[in-house]
């Protein structure tokens, strides 16, 4: 199994900048893509950005290209999403997700960590 461990949300105003990570154990992630997607009550989850963990090829939502920015550190099986000037649209639980070719559909990823709250204030 593949566990996952977000951190790094909070609360930022407009324009600001937060920086989540998200931790992997267990098996190799050699084959996978990792990917953060976000969630808001009431509205389905929505890809954001993917990373091929070997390759480093990178997949981004249309909301996301110029202000976010995903990375991997490959020792620490670590991914990180780098989000800057932030909008008040972007408030969500991010969540972390892994599998086995995968690409946008949430339904696709086969682990999931615990998500993470980002507030953006107005």
């Known amino acids: 199994q593949v566990q996952l461990v977000e951190s790094g949300g909070g609360l930022v105003q407009t324009g600001g900048s937060l920086t989540l990570s998200c931790k992997a154990s267990?098996?190799?992630?050699?084959?996978?893509?990792m990917a953060w997607f976000r969630q808001t009550p009431g509205k389905e989850r929505e890809f954001v950005v993917l990373i091929r963990w070997h390759t480093g090829v990178t997949d981004y939502a249309d909301s996301a290209k110029g202000r976010f920015t995903i990375s991997r550190d490959l020792a620490e099986k670590t991914v990180y999403l780098q989000m800057n000037s932030l909008k008040p649209e972007d408030t969500a639980i991010y969540f972390c997700?892994?599998?086995?070719?995968?690409?946008?559909?949430?339904?696709?990823?086969?682990?999931w960590g615990q998500g993470t709250q980002v507030t953006v204030s107005s």
């Open positions: 267990g098996r190799t992630l050699g084959g996978y893509a």
């Open positions: 997700a892994a599998g086995r070719g995968s690409y946008r559909a949430a339904r696709d990823y086969e682990h």
